[in-house]
């Protein structure tokens, strides 16, 4: 009971002074709207994409999303958008400050972000006083991303690239030297094919006992069988030498321009969800938001000074 009477005294000593309340909160929403108006608060419009990243498992073990996020909040990035939009100068950072540079990056992470969706693809934000240069950005931040995947995608294959040029330079070497040393073969022994030559040979040396020819035809055939019989051996090993080094050679070759079909291959490495556009409405600040803030925590410090100030109502009951 008593605590019932206590608060119909606290509601009575409220209604008395409800004009005065209801003057304070229409002085404080006209003062609320000024001071929320482009005279004091500079209107900002956001522009938004959503993208999906493809073409990067190769980078890292990481999913694509994060990798992406990753890159687009680089540094290489940001000071690249920057300088094209000229970032200090808009958001009147002062070109002699020292800490110029910590200033605008600072103030870059204020406007610019970007985010995982529960569906893995990024969205991309941008925050400016002109909805024109938000959606411009949107746009550089993408085309940025694209420059720097292709980028970290040629440091990547350039030393891999680098290896098989060598290795084929290694192979190539190896080749020639191994035909130099069979080139002394063909022209001082005459063997230019193993099997082919100890056949003909064969077939040849048979052909010449049956038919009775003369004993120098056969000492010929001889003595060539046995220099192939002596030297044969030795080149048919390089013979197979020169087949397992050319196999090796041409698939350094396949692999050579695999590898430089990915570092000169341009491609795309977002595929875009969701269009950037100029918004035509203004994102921050929120009027109604600091309308509302601000008329109930004034109305709620009045109340307060009452009930603290204005002991009548108490005294009466």
Known sequence: ?????????????ILRWKFHLIVIG??????????SS???????????????????????????SEQMLEVVSSTDIKRKMVEVFNLKERYDIKPDDR?????????????????????ETIELQVMDSDPEVACAMVDSLIAFYNAKMLEMRIAKYADELLGYQNDQRRKQAEIDSLNK??????????????????????LGYA????????????????KRLALL????????????????????REEI???????????????????????????????YPTRWIILLASLISVEFLAVLFILLFDPKETSKS
């Open 181 to 202: 040393q069979m080139e002394v073969f063909r022209k001082e022994y005459g063997i230019l094919d193993y099997n082919s030559q100890t056949l003909q040979l064969t």
């Open 207 to 222: 052909e010449v006992l049956a038919r009775g020819a003369s004993r120098s035809s056969v000492d010929d055939l001889q």
């Open 1 to 13: 009971m008593k605590q019932l009477l206590e608060s119909q005294t606290i509601i009575r000593q």
């Open 38 to 64: 482009p005279l004091f608060i500079t209107p900002l419009f956001k522009s938004q994409a959503r993208v999906y990243p493809i073409n990067i498992k190769a980078f890292s073990e990481e999913s694509e």
């Open 253 to 283: 070759g396949t692999n050579l321009e695999e590898v430089q079909s990915l570092i000169n291959r341009e491609e795309n490495f977002a595929l875009v969800v969701e269009e950037p556009f100029p918004a035509d409405k203004k994102s």
């Open 99 to 119: 800490a110029a540079q910590t200033h605008v990056l600072r103030k870059y992470d204020e406007y610019v972000s970007s985010s995982k969706t529960r569906y």
């Open 26 to 35: 229409i002085i404080t929403v006209a003062l609320a709207i000024l001071f």
């Open 229 to 248: 019989g002596d030297k044969g051996g030795e080149f048919l090993q390089m013979q197979t030498k020169m087949r397992d080094l050319e196999k090796q």
